[in-house]
């Protein structure tokens, strides 16, 4: 009975956290924000006020333990966000990153 | 109700008219922007904390005499990336400054933050405060950090390209107020705003807009305040709830779409282009690498390894800290108490009142006292954690784990603490904007065992757990303390899963979180904060638990019999005729009505179930002692002659007090926190049957497997 809890508790935990189709996010990584995926929804409002903006070039400086949330840096200080935040926009990898 | 366009252009005079008004000045600023430090410093101890009235957002508001000035009332807003948004301290924010709260006068002025090493998206809050169209000062904070990563601010220039005064308060250890004093002196003229935004058609919408929404709101707003609501509505920052209207603004939208212009993300970007060309005007930075030490630390202090163990070397420091460094003061306060109560004792004559003041009063406000020193020292390293910057990294490191269970990384210290005690733990829920995530955090916070609980399951233990050892290492006596920890953590995580799933679904909650730099605390801010929050505590509970002391004293005390030894008078008092009212229902958790008369009195506190329990066996301790261990073990029923007792028992109700809500503290703190009754009505709710259920399934499979 344990054993099914445990798998319970994954499974709710996982579905929430990431997609599976999530890209791997490593640090060093270089992103040119393009343009936010839906610019009305609530999310979308808190990353603008973050200055999260159209043109802006953010880079991921650290990635917690288990991947996720990502630690980047943008315009001098730096803001933590979970994956699916991060890919709330759209993203471009810029050329010369760490890969 | 107050004019919305005031424009004070004469001097108001020091010498003290009782006709003038004093001077009112609200302190904005994004978090962590010095804004606190400066209001500190503003005000000393001449402050005082409320809630602006129907939300649970913080109001801080200090009076200061300044010369040249006259009387001024400094208003600390709630910290925001910006004022549009419709998250209750955004809201309280726009609303202080229209003047739109009923009981508060609209400021005459507005000092806004700037942390200089976080030039544009300070600036950007500052515009928003701009668009107001009230005086504005801009105060620049943390400049001696700036020019140290090479960022250096032409103050003249600055003023001139923003359109607002400029003043620096950077000081190495201290605020420098001279300059900001000299500018309080004459106000600054009105800003005027608007002129970062490059789409005329913009404002021409926003202004339609928000003039309708200030009729349907029934607001009188000025022309700038009606652009300001047609902005947050057309951006999407707020929703107006009203069908028509979000029509129009659906309209709107499409409007612009076809002129190529995104209404949804226009604004910010205008801004930032803006505020883009403002600094390359006014700032010159001497080298491209900023921030880099705080990252170099960061890899450590998050780092897999390294960082969780620096993370359990803080955490265990903070514990041993509580459990140890208050041991001395909390033994000089039970000291202190038990002095007052021989003194008021030897003092009044022997009788009801003597009984009631000294074993009702003294005796219940006692007990919380005497917790005060470990709430002082885990506040104090809250607060420690919190302004150095470390706090955000344990957010971040522990949010995949938290949300397993339906939290997220914030709420993990907020819980931790409650390991220690409660309160602190729900107090500091403050700093998860997520409303849902936050009231999780608050239900299940009582559920993590705190250290009032430790009295409970030391008696029980050494009465029947024996003191073997498992394995030859393991002792089971510890083991079983462990096993009860683990439990109210356990069942804190299912209960959060829970509440996910049904109370709090489909609730949009999102982690973006600055991390700002690391930075050394200050000592005034840290004694404020710990002050604040003690005082807090101290009001929240004491009221109620005195209350409840005065109950639990008439209950056990009467009715009275003369000539009876303590525990036959207690057994026929109210309280001894509830246990055995309440028999029949803890029976099949294996109490008796002796275990019910402890359980009943520790709903005050649950330290009592330990002297209540002693005082049925007619002694006087409050602590769980030899003699009161081999009391409870040896209690034979009267009837069969046997142990009445065992093992299974002791842990029945050791299962009952990790799940049940037995604290009058917490429950008020929740009421606070929470705004309203419902919640703590239901958390008290959720937690007893809780606690009823798991006790019954422990004896009850118990009793059949052994």
């Not at chain 2, 809201?91 to 000092?111: H, K, N, T």
């Not at chain 2, 709430?375 to 971040?396: C, D, N, P, Q, T």
């Not at chain 2, 009231?439 to 233990?461: E, H, K, N």
């Not at chain 2, 002659?641 to 929740?670: D, E, H, N, W």
Request: hydrophobic share 45%; net charge positive; proline share 5%.
């Amino acid at each position: 009975m344990l054993l099914k809890l445990g798998r319970f508790v994954g499974k709710a935990g996982r579905c929430s956290i990431v997609g599976n189709k999530s890209p791997n996010v490593r640090r060093g990584y270089r992103y040119r924000i393009d343009s936010l995926k839906d610019p009305y929804s609530e999310l979308s409002q808190k990353l603008l006020s973050m200055g999260l903006v159209q043109g802006a070039i953010i880079e991921v400086v650290n990635v917690a333990p288990l991947g996720d949330p990502v630690q980047i840096r943008t315009q001098g200080y730096h803001v933590s966000l979970r994956l699916n935040e991060l890919f709330a926009m759209n993203l471009t990898l810029m050329q010369n990153s760490v890969l | 109700m107050t004019s919305n366009s005031v424009t004070r252009n004469s001097l108001p005079n020091g010498s003290g008219d009782p006709r003038k008004k004093p001077l009112r000045v609200a302190i904005a600023g994004v978090p962590n922007s010095g804004k606190t430090t400066l209001f500190n410093a503003l005000t000393g101890m001449r402050y005082k904390v409320a809630n602006y009235p129907g939300v649970t957002v913080e109001k801080k508001e200090g009076r200061t005499v300044l010369p040249n000035v006259g009387e001024v009332i400094f208003c600390d807003l709630p910290g925001t990336y910006s004022i549009f948004g419709g998250s209750p301290d955004e809201l309280v924010a726009s609303r202080f400054l229209s003047g739109l709260i009923p009981s508060e006068e609209q400021p005459d002025l507005i000092i806004c933050v700037i942390d200089t090493c976080n030039l544009e998206r300070n600036l950007y809050l500052a515009s928003q405060l701009k668009d107001q169209g009230r005086p504005l000062i801009l105060a620049l904070s943390m400049n001696d950090l700036a020019l140290r990563d090479g960022i250096h601010i032409r103050k003249e220039l600055l003023a001139r390209n923003f359109g607002a005064q400029v003043v620096d308060i950077s000081g190495r250890n201290k605020t420098d107020l001279s300059s900001l004093y000299a500018s309080l002196s004459s106000i600054p003229p009105t800003a005027s705003g608007f002129d970062w935004c490059l789409c005329p058609e913009f404002i021409e919408h926003s202004k339609t807009l928000g003039v309708r929404f200030a009729e349907l709101q029934k607001v009188s707003a000025s022309p700038e305040q009606s652009i300001v609501l047609g902005m947050s509505l057309l951006t999407g920052a707020r929703a107006s709830a009203h069908p028509a209207l979000e029509t129009q603004v659906q309209t709107a939208r499409e409007a612009l779409a076809l002129k190529g212009i995104s209404a949804g993300s226009v604004e910010t970007r205008d801004r930032y282009a803006w505020i883009s060309s403002v600094i390359a005007k006014s700032v010159s930075f001497a080298s491209a690498e900023r921030n880099r030490g705080t990252e170099s630390v960061d890899r450590i202090l998050t780092h897999k390894l390294w960082g969780g163990l620096v993370f359990l070397g803080i955490m265990a420091l903070v514990f041993q800290a509580i459990f140890s460094w208050a041991e001395a003061p909390m033994n000089l306060i039970d000291d202190g108490i038990s002095y007052f109560r021989s003194f008021v004792s030897s003092w009044l004559p022997p009788g009801i009142l003597r009984s009631l003041i000294v074993d009702g009063i003294i005796s219940g406000v006692g007990s919380v006292l005497v917790f005060v020193p470990q709430i002082v020292i885990l506040f104090f390293f809250i607060a420690v954690l919190e302004e150095s910057g470390y706090l955000s990294r344990a957010a971040f490191m522990m949010d995949n784990l938290m949300r397993r269970f339906g939290l997220q990384g914030r709420s993990f210290i907020p819980l931790l603490s409650s390991f220690a005690c409660a309160v602190p733990g729900i107090l500091s829920t403050r700093s998860i904007p997520s409303w849902t995530d936050r009231m999780a955090t608050i239900l299940v916070a009582p559920l993590m065992s705190c250290s009032a609980r430790l009295p409970v399951y030391t008696l029980l233990i050494a009465a029947f757990i024996p003191d073997t050892a498992l394995l030859g290492f393991f002792s089971l006596q510890g083991l079983t303390l462990l096993a009860m920890y683990l439990l109210g953590a356990f069942g804190a995580g299912m209960i959060a899963l829970l509440l996910k799933k049904t109370l709090f679904r489909g609730s949009s909650t999102h982690f973006v979180m600055e991390m700002p730099p690391y930075r050394m605390p200050q000592p005034l801010n840290i004694l404020r904060t710990v002050l604040d929050r003690v005082l807090l505590f101290l009001k929240a509970a004491g009221t109620i638990i005195l209350a409840c002391s005065i109950i639990l004293w008439f209950l056990a005390s009467f009715p009275q019999r003369e000539g009876a030894s303590r525990a036959e008078a207690v057994e026929s008092s109210y309280a001894g005729r509830l246990g055995h009212l309440i028999e029949p229902v803890i029976k099949p958790l294996g109490f008796d009505w002796k275990f019910g008369v402890g359980i009943v009195a520790s709903f005050a506190a649950r330290e009592v179930f330990v002297s209540s329990t002693a005082m049925l066996h007619n002694l006087e301790e409050e602590e769980p002692s030899e003699s009161l261990v081999l009391a409870v073990k040896n209690e034979r029923d009267p009837k069969t002659g046997k142990l009445r007792y065992t093992p299974l028992t002791a842990i029945s109700l050791m299962v009952f007090f990790v799940f049940s809500c037995q604290c009058m503290s917490t429950l008020a703190v929740c009421r606070r926190e929470t705004g309203s009754w419902r919640w703590m009505a239901f958390m008290f709710a959720y937690m007893t049957a809780m606690a009823y259920l798991a006790s019954l399934a422990t004896y009850q499979l118990g009793s059949r497997l052994f």
